[in-house]
């Protein structure tokens, strides 16, 4: 490995501290590489060769401000941790999550094993739209679990006991998403432009409407909302991530129904999402009385419901299908 110019890299992922062997420095430069140094395969796509030395990354990630892949973006953090004086080892990883049935995949990944003191982090830098923020320890379980939040970055409890999952100050953040979703939707063309590829993306193309701006436009403004959500998640509760939370989540699912709920009204999204929240909060195990539901059919009762409420709520547009169907019919 040669020496990577250190002060180059500082500056393209925009770390001005004093750097030292450390885990502060670790935690800083694991926070800011993947803000600055974009995730992409663009070089796959184009034919261009993907060298892995040092030069060649530097090049690539640093002097031409271009990102890459896991194996570019790893082998560059570590060699930038390997020039400050760290004791970092290349792993090769599996990556289970979205995986369907038990059997595992080939190691197509890379990770980093960084030794600050006595103890060892899992670093990763290189991950996609799932990369984590920080560098993972985890004593006492088998899935890593991320650093806790610093106290003074928690959102405050403004009602009930936070030992308990009081109502916290992200009720706002939630309150101000749904009249920014309203004012996106009601009160930009942007807005109209996405409702018109919703309703029928021909009739919209033919009228002059970019459908694939609009596409973007709406997977961009889903992806800001669901970003939002997850840090007042982490912010306001459970102050960590492990990779359990990622891969047992059923967000997306809640999310859809919530949506169909609510007719993708901001009203409408606002009453189904308090809907959800108290039909999964009701259900969980902590809430039930064994006497009258099994604990551990908790989870099963809320799929159950929330299966119904997506059944009921698309029943219109089956009917509507049906009834079409019987007047199109000869007689």
Known sequence: MRAVDIDAYFERVGFAAAASRDLATLEALHRLHPMAIPFENLSTLLR????????????????????????????????????????????????????????????????????????????????????????????????????????????????????FQGLHAGVFAALGGLVAYWAILSRTTLGLGVKAVGFNPEAARYTGIDVARSYVASMAIAGTFAGLAGAIDILGWQFRLSTGDIQGSTVGFVGIAVALLGRNTAVGIGLASLVFGALLTGTSSRNLDPDVFSPQLGSSLTLLIQGLVVLVVGTDVLVLWLLGKLRRRPA
């Not at 090049?59 to 560059?76: I, M, P, S, T």
């Open 48 to 163: 261009e060769p993907i060298p892995l030395d040092t030069p060649a990354l530097l090049a690539k990630l640093v002097a031409r401000r271009r990102g890459g892949y896991c194996f570019e973006h790893n082998q560059l953090f570590a060699d930038v941790l390997r020039t400050l004086g760290f004791e970092v080892t290349t792993l090769a990883a599996r990556v289970v999550w979205g995986r369907i049935g038990q059997s595992l995949g080939p190691r197509t990944h890379m990770v980093l094993r960084v030794r600050v003191g006595a103890d060892d982090y899992l670093s990763d830098v290189g991950f996609g739209g799932l990369t984590l923020t920080g560098p993972l320890q985890n004593e006492t379980a088998n899935a890593p679990i991320s650093a806790d939040v610093v106290p003074g970055a928690r959102l405050p409890v403004i009602w009930g006991d936070p030992l």
